[in-house]
């Protein structure tokens, strides 16, 4: 089987990956140093620990295993913190991503694909957002997503490094049938916060902005199911593999929800009241982010067949009862 290495597949959308390679019948190798991913997610994959970082882990990797691509998830991912904390963003995101590029090229890895992200856009100027619109990021986070797509273009001009960029909008929900879901500590995305408000877990969930230029005053976001994210990503290396040119693809289904919107699903999913606390808006947060997918749909057959917002809060609802 090919050995696909999957750069922090002990997290949140890596064990979906490692799943969805292992059902296609591939055999993933993780490397995760586990400071947010559960050794659990991993089932029986193999799980070497530590981070993209270390450059000499890296080459005993690269060399004790044959390597036909990598996937690569393992970022630090809260856009708030971010703002606060840069010096943290940008050696996780972008420092180790470089020691995990150069050690791709090193070694003649086939294929890289990484996961990057629509705050690389900032604030939109049209919606919904194509990979032609101008990427003005506004916050750390986005910049290491931007600052590494860049690389990546510089990469292959230098190097012939052949890649793949998938730009996530709101990734959300849980496995279906598996014991994997989202569990950020802490937590930070709105989906899961409102579902453990539901269950008894917390007491409020706090909303950050309610006079957005928006119908209800809150922010609007393009929620994609984490399934069919992994699902993009095999497209994505199938459509590599049969030469197909470097690129960068949105995830995203073209139709956008508010925060308001959301907790509003999320009560019909659960049966429960959730409690909403208002906040000051958060530094880095545009108003409205709303996805052209359609590349993506168009030139890997991708079908994000799952991507229903009730179907979302559906499947981490079962996730946050079983965990």
Request: glycine content about 10%; charged content about 25%.
């Amino acid at each position: 089987m090919q050995e696909i290495l999957v750069v922090g597949g002990a997290g949140y959308i890596g064990s979906h990956m490692v799943a969805e390679l292992q059902a296609a019948g591939y055999d993933p190798v993780v490397l995760d140093d586990l400071s947010s991913g559960r050794e659990d997610f991993v089932g029986d994959a193999e799980l070497i620990g530590g981070d993209c970082g270390d450059a000499d882990l890296l080459n005993d990797i690269f060399s004790s295993h044959k390597i036909d691509a990598v996937m690569h998830f393992a970022s630090s991912i809260q856009v708030g913190e971010s703002v606060k904390n840069p010096i943290k963003y940008y050696k996780n995101n972008l420092i180790n991503t470089l020691t995990l590029l150069n050690a791709v090229v090193r070694h003649d890895v086939p294929d890289f694909i990484f996961s990057s992200s629509a705050a690389v856009y900032g604030e939109p100027e049209y919606t919904p957002v194509d990979e032609q619109h101008p990427c003005l990021p506004l916050s750390p986070y986005g910049r290491s997503k931007y600052f590494i797509e860049q690389i990546l273009q510089d990469y292959k001009k230098a190097y012939g490094l052949h890649y793949g960029s998938l730009r996530y909008f709101n990734a959300a929900g849980a496995h279906p049938e598996l014991p994997i879901g989202e569990q950020h500590e802490p937590e930070t995305h709105l989906i899961p916060l409102a579902l453990q408000v539901a269950s008894g877990q917390r007491e409020y969930i706090e909303i950050f902005g309610s006079d957005y230029d928006n119908p209800d005053g809150t922010c609007i976001r393009d929620y994609v199911h984490v399934c069919d994210i992994a699902s993009a990503h095999l497209k994505l290396f199938d459509y590599l593999k049969g030469g197909g040119n470097e690129s960068v693809f949105n995830l995203g289904v073209g139709e956008g929800y508010s925060v308001m919107e959301v907790i509003k699903m999320v009560k019909h999913v659960t049966g429960q009241e959730v409690e909403i606390h208002y906040e000051d808006r958060r530094e880095g947060d545009p108003a409205i982010l709303v996805a052209d997918g359609s590349k993506a749909i168009d030139q890997l057959g991708w079908d994000p067949e799952y991507s229903d917002l009730q179907t979302i809060i559906e499947d981490a609802w079962k996730w946050e009862q079983n965990r």
